[in-house]
Structures are given as structure tokens and as C-alpha cells.
């Protein structure tokens, strides 16, 4: 039977005077909640100023993509992303194969230009230089960018010469390649594409956003979510984008709730408000699993938890005090005593995947507490109490991690006095208070410059915030950046290692982080050894 055009015009006015939520029934597909201590710490949803552990959680496999990405699930190992190949042309320039067909969360085809733009000085760069080596560009790190602020945020462009020191510049070949040229040679350019901050973006709607920070809090990406609405400090709810060119997204939304404390986030779970529950501490793993409804998923994640010290404060300038700090440090009471032997004390700021770059007989500090006191009393220290700028439990653990390390410094004789702050602004505002703080540090890839250059070297945060400067550890840094050479470049490492963390501290680690997710244990989906969480296809039943 054919239908008349009467009736077809009949049921589309009847589709059309259907109630929303009737339309919206038809997507069989489950929405959950999950419960984060906290979503953004710059109330940005720019990587490229959120630069975080719980930035991580949300943007990356959900909302920004690389063209060189990173498998959550299978020992984060690289794999095609938004390209599909790569290939080295020279120690300088690297060409990539641009996928087919990706969509923006606006339906824009990805482009070439699109790619070059998100390389760019206008989204990037600003008016830095490719021979950014060895000269540190100077941010507040407490500055949150106006609402009327069109220009890019400091944070933007030191960021991003903190990832892409050397880059010159991107070339479109044709309207599926793009070629990367760095002004200096660089063996870890395939890395870099992976790392945080080198995600593509959508030309024109950056251009077309009334300013850089209404941009950066409805970012249009190409991920399997996208966002319809952030609240910073409360909440954020993606929904899917049902034309990423990955599958179709298992979820219709996906809606994170800001909820700092523990207790709270556990109880939800229980009462359904939420489906998981993240930063679980070790202590409440056997508490939740007791019911049988709940699991609890994670580990050991590539992030390691620091002290870091501010060498400018009065009681820090004598590198013998901060060395003193270093050995009071009973690292494995901590593990074993608040992390219930989950986790690891690692051979320094290294990685196990950096391969034939690790340090193999490097060692964090020994505990020594006699030694500790004989340095304080060679540099003359003499009980001025020294401030420990503090958050509450930003990290898990954070908060009775640091009342056991004040005990153990004032058993050396260091007096340490914790000042509790709200947020990181406060944490890294310039001031004769700053002198100790923590802080964690990931590997994004697998070489020292994704993490000791990156984060302690010229334009790592310690030196651009003014915490920290070491005149032989940025030459080195520089080394590291453009040699070629495997066996110069470990020794350069070894050596940095030997400044950074013996001879005039920026830090000490503490310990390799861990990361705890409560869930309902009738939903089929599995924790990543990050804090990244993958709702994609494949990881996902219930």
C-alpha cells in the first residue's frame, strides 16, 4: 500500500506535536553520574590551561583527541588517533595521514587547516618563539582568565612551549597531510603529538566564540561525548556525539558531579545517585566491597606524588636544608601505612616505560634521619618555622600523608607548620609564604622530557611560577630537548636527576600514585591504569 501525501504529512505533524521527552525515549541508551572531588581546577575545560589529574578523568578519551593516541585500556600503548600513520621525513619534521571523514561536536569536517590552526599561534603560541630552549617564560599559575578576555592567557602559551618548545610551525601538504617542522632536531616529536595539550580542534568555532574564555568552556572537539553544560565548582554533563567517527558512544549522557568529600561520594553510590564514585581511598576498598553489589577498580597509574620546594623562601635557599627534608622521609611507612601496600615507591622521577632511558640503579633519597640533622645543623638551621602550603585531600590521601611528613620533619628538627588553602590558585601565588607544597607529576610519554624537563626544567610549572632555577639543569634540559645521541641523552638525565633530587632539590617523590574507582559491580566496564576514564565502545555493559 502506497500512503497518501496527506497522511505522511498527517504523521509528521503528530511526530511533531510529541511531547519531548517521548522523542528523547526512543535512545534506549543508559545515562550515569559520576562523583569526582573535583572537576577543573582553572574552571576552564581548555587542556591547554587545565593541565591536571582531574582534567585527565574527563577530557581525555571522552571529549579531546590527538592525532597520535593512546590506548587507556592496553598498557596505554600509541596507536592511530585522528591520523592514521606517521612517518619521520627528518630528525626535524614528522608527516602524518590525517583520517577520513572525523566530525566536530558541531558536524564540521576535521580539515587539515583545522589541524594547523590547533598548532597555531592564534590558539597556542601567542607571540613566543621556536627557540624557547633554556629561556623560561614567567606565568602567575594563580591567574584565571576574565570572561571578556579575548587575547590568549599566559598559561596558554607557557603550557605550550612547555610541550612544544621547538615547534616552527605546521604545513598542509594536502587536504589529508600535515607535516610538523621543528626548528631543531627532536626524538621525541611522535611522543609530544601524544601527550596532553596536543589535541585538535575546531577552527571555526574557536574563531567564532565571543572570546578565548567562552571557548574554553564549551570547547568543540571531536571526541565520543561532547558538552552541554559546565558549572564549574558543581557539575558537568556530556551527552553523546553519535557521528564520532569511533562508533557510536555506548552513553546518552554522562554527568559529573563535584563532590569533595568521601563519605559523600561513597554514600551516593550506595543510594544511586551516582553509578561511580572516584579517589577512593585504600582504607574504604574492603568497607565497600563488603556489599557484594559494589566493586572497587585501579592502581598504580604512570604519576608519581612529590613534595616540591620553593628554593627562594629564606629557610629554603641553603640546598642542605632541603636536603634534610628529603631524608626525614619514611617513604615506605607511608605506603604501607596509608596506602595499605597498593602502591610503590619508584627509583625517582622515572618511569618503568621509558625503556633503555630509565635509570636503573637510580633510588629516591634513603631515610636517614641522622643525616638530616647533621645537614641542619651545618646550614645553621635553626627551628624558623617553615610553611606547608596544603589541600585538602586534592589527592587521596593528601591530608594525613602530609600530618605524617610534618612528624617526621619536626622529629629531624624541621618546623613545618601546614597552611591549609582552598585551591591551587592559592597554592601557587607568588609570596614570602610559599616555601613547601605538593604536587603529583605524570609521564604522558615514554621519555624524561615528558616529565622532569617538562615540569621542573626552564619552562616546567616550578620555574615558570618562580619556585625553582638551576643553571646547569636547564642546559642540560635543552641537551635533552634536541639530542640525538641515546647514551649523551641518558647521561644528560642522570645528571639531572643528580641535581633535582640530590644536590639542590626542586622536589622529592614520595611515592607512584594510585587511583580508586567504587562502581556498581553489575555494570561491565574497566578502569584504565590513569586517571582518564573510557566510556567508548567496548568498554562498556550493564
Known amino acids: 500500500m502506497i500512503a497518501s501525501r496527506r497522511n505522511l504529512l498527517l504523521g509528521a505533524a503528530a511526530a511533531a506535536s510529541l511531547p519531548r521527552f517521548a522523542i528523547a525515549q526512543a535512545d534506549q541508551r543508559p545515562s550515569i553520574s559520576i562523583a569526582v572531588q573535583k572537576i577543573s581546577n582553572s574552571n576552564t575545560l581548555e587542556v591547554l590551561r587545565e593541565q591536571s589529574n582531574v582534567g585527565e578523568r574527563i577530557f581525555f578519551s571522552s571529549l579531546w583527541e590527538p592525532l597520535i593516541g593512546r590506548d587507556w585500556l592496553n598498557e596505554l600503548k600509541t596507536v592511530p588517533a585522528l591520523a592514521t600513520s606517521w612517518r619521520r621525513i627528518s630528525d626535524n619534521v614528522v608527516e602524518l595521514t590525517l583520517r577520513d571523514g572525523v566530525r566536530f561536536h558541531n558536524g564540521d569536517i576535521m580539515t587539515a587547516e583545522d589541524v594547523a590552526f590547533s598548532f597555531g599561534r592564534e590558539r597556542m603560541f601567542g607571540d613566543t618563539q621556536p627557540t624557547a630552549q633554556g629561556r623560561t617564560i614567567s606565568i602567575r599559575g594563580d591567574i584565571i582568565p576574565s570572561p571578556a578576555q579575548r587575547e590568549l592567557p599566559a598559561e596558554v602559551t607557557g603550557v605550550a612551549r612547555r610541550s612544544w618548545p621547538a615547534l616552527e610551525r605546521v604545513e598542509v601538504v594536502d587536504a589529508r597531510t600535515v607535516r610538523f617542522h621543528n626548528a631543531t632536531p627532536d626524538v621525541t616529536l611522535e611522543g609530544r603529538l601524544s601527550r596532553f595539550g596536543s589535541e585538535v580542534i575546531s577552527r571555526r568555532a574557536y574563531q567564532e566564540a565571543a572570546g578565548w574564555f567562552e571557548w574554553a568552556r564549551k570547547p568543540v572537539l571531536t571526541g565520543p561525548y561532547k558538552v552541554v553544560e559546565f558549572r564549574p565548582d558543581h557539575s558537568l554533563t556530556l551527552v553523546a556525539h553519535d557521528e564520532y567517527w569511533g562508533g557510536r558512544p555506548p552513553l546518552r549522557q554522562i554527568r559529573f558531579l563535584e563532590v569533595p568529600e568521601v563519605a559523600a561520594r561513597i554514600n551516593m553510590l550506595r543510594t544511586g545517585e551516582v553509578q561511580f564514585a572516584c579517589d577512593i581511598p585504600p582504607d574504604q576498598i574492603d568497607g565497600i566491597e563488603r556489599d557484594r553489589a559494589y566493586e572497587v577498580q585501579g592502581g598504580t597509574i604512570l604519576n608519581h606524588r612529590l613534595t616540591c620546594f620553593d628554593k627562594n623562601h629564606p ?122 607544597r605538593d604536587w603529583s607529576n605524570s609521564a604522558p610519554f615514554n621519555d624524561p622530557v615528558s616529565s622532569l624537563v617538562a615540569q621542573h626544567g626552564p619552562n616546567g610549572q616550578q620555574q615558570q611560577v618562580g619556585e625553582y632555577s638551576n643553571d646547569e639543569l636547564n642546559r642540560l634540559s635543552v641537551e635533552l630537548e634536541t639530542g640525538t645521541d641515546r647514551a649523551r641523552r641518558k647521561a644528560a638525565f642522570r645528571r639531572m636527576l643528580e641535581i633535582a633530587e640530590r644536590e639542590d632539590p626542586a622536589y622529592t617523590v614520595l611515592h607512584q600514585n594510585a587511583t580508586f574507582t567504587a562502581k556498581r559491580r553489575d555494570i561491565r566496564w574497566r578502569a584504565a591504569p590513569a586517571f582518564a576514564m573510557d566510556f567508548r565502545q567496548g568498554n562498556w555493559g550493564g
Open 315 to 436: 629557610q629554603l635557599r641553603d640546598a642542605r636544608v632541603r636536603r634534610a627534608f628529603t631524608h626525614a622521609i619514611d617513604r615506605k611507612a607511608i605506603v604501607d601505612s596509608l596506602w595499605g601496600g597498593r602502591t610503590v615507591v619508584p627509583r625517582g622521577l622515572q618511569f618503568d616505560y621509558y625503556g633503555e632511558m630509565l635509570v636503573s640503579d637510580w633510588e629516591v633519597p634513603r631515610y636517614d634521619p641522622a643525616e638530616a640533622r647533621r645537614l641542619l645543623r651545618e646550614a645553621g638551621y635553626r627551628g624558623a618555622p617553615i610553611p606547608y602550603r596544603l589541600l585538602n585531600n586534592y589527592y587521596t590521601n593528601q591530608t594525613p600523608t602530609a600530618q605524617v611528613l610534618v612528624e617526621m620533619w619536626r622529629q629531624v628538627g624541621l618546623n613545618v607548620s601546614i597552611d591549609m588553602k582552598e585551591n591551587w590558585s592559592q597554592i601557587l601565588e607568588r609570596g614570602d609564604t610559599r616555601a613547601v
